[in-house]
């Protein structure tokens, strides 16, 4: 019923950027929070980033200063700016929608959505 769709990883060379942008489609009336977590070889999915709709942020100590996270509401649309890029950054990149409340037949529910991930390299 919901389906996240991420674009925007790639290949970057350390100290650059790159921007992903995470889109929701579906029968949406809502999203509370969305964002960012990331997976490195070998290690768990961590959280990066994410923001609510009233526009809180949370971040990762580690990208803190370097990542930024912005939404735009009314296209279910989530962004994440990453500059000043180190190896260490380099994993997949998963978009999380948490809180969705969709049109279900007569009535409404509410579920949560995972984007299918976007590689993002960071190397010389």
């Known amino acids: 019923q919901v389906q996240l769709v991420e674009s925007g990883g790639g290949l970057v060379q350390p100290g650059g950027s790159l921007r992903l942008s995470c889109a929701a489609s579906?029968?949406?009336?809502?999203?509370?929070?969305m964002g960012w977590y990331r997976q490195a070889p070998g290690k768990q999915r961590e959280l990066v980033a994410s923001?609510?709709?009233?526009?809180?942020?949370k971040f990762a100590d580690s990208v803190k200063g370097r990542f930024t996270i912005s939404r735009d509401n009314a296209k279910n649309t989530v962004y994440l700016q990453m500059n000043s890029l180190k190896p260490e950054d380099t994993a997949v990149y998963y978009c999380?929608?948490?809180?969705?409340?969709?049109?279900?037949?007569?009535?409404?529910?509410?579920?949560?959505?995972w984007g299918q991930g976007t590689l993002v390299t960071v190397s010389s």
């Open positions: 999380n929608a948490d809180h969705i409340t969709v049109v279900s037949g007569p009535g409404l529910k509410t579920l949560d959505a």
């Open positions: 579906g029968t949406i009336l809502s999203i509370y929070a």
């Open positions: 923001i609510t709709s009233g526009s809180s942020t």
